[in-house]
């Protein structure tokens, strides 16, 4: 089961950590990937990291804005978002999939389980 939690209304240039609670997986951590869907639009990669806390992978446009991080004794990923744009207005999901040293922001059809999303509205 994965649980987003965090979002929210938040100025241009402002931030916001986003948190993903995963449980259920009993024999290893998950890797987290964290994914957006704006209106209109298909489900784009952000940020991924591996379950083994190893690899990290973020997309160019929130590269160096973005820090992707886990928790393993709290069983949570957070996203920190900062310097946000408009155009980050969407609904934020995280996905999971059992993967030790590998994950992905390309590849949605890579994830096996997801939350129910937490919405972020960049807006002045």
């Known amino acids: 089961q994965l649980v987003e939690s965090g979002g929210g209304l938040v100025q241009p240039g402002g931030s916001l950590k986003l948190s993903c609670a995963h449980s259920?997986?009993?024999?290893?951590?998950?890797?987290i990937g964290w994914f957006r869907q704006a209106p209109g639009k298909e489900r784009e990669g952000v940020a991924c990291i591996s379950g083994s806390d190893t690899f990290k992978d973020y997309v160019d446009s929130v590269e160096g804005r973005f820090t992707i991080s886990r928790d393993n004794a709290k069983n949570t990923v957070d996203l920190q978002m900062n310097s946000l744009k408009p155009e980050y207005t969407a609904v934020y999901y995280c996905?999971?999939?059992?993967?030790?040293?590998?994950?992905?922001?390309?590849?949605?059809?890579?994830?096996?389980?997801w939350g129910q999303g937490t919405q972020v509205t960049v807006s002045s």
């Open positions: 996905g999971a999939v059992r993967r030790r040293f590998y994950c992905s922001t390309m590849y949605v059809n890579l994830y096996v389980y």
């Open positions: 259920g997986f009993t024999s290893e951590n998950p890797a």
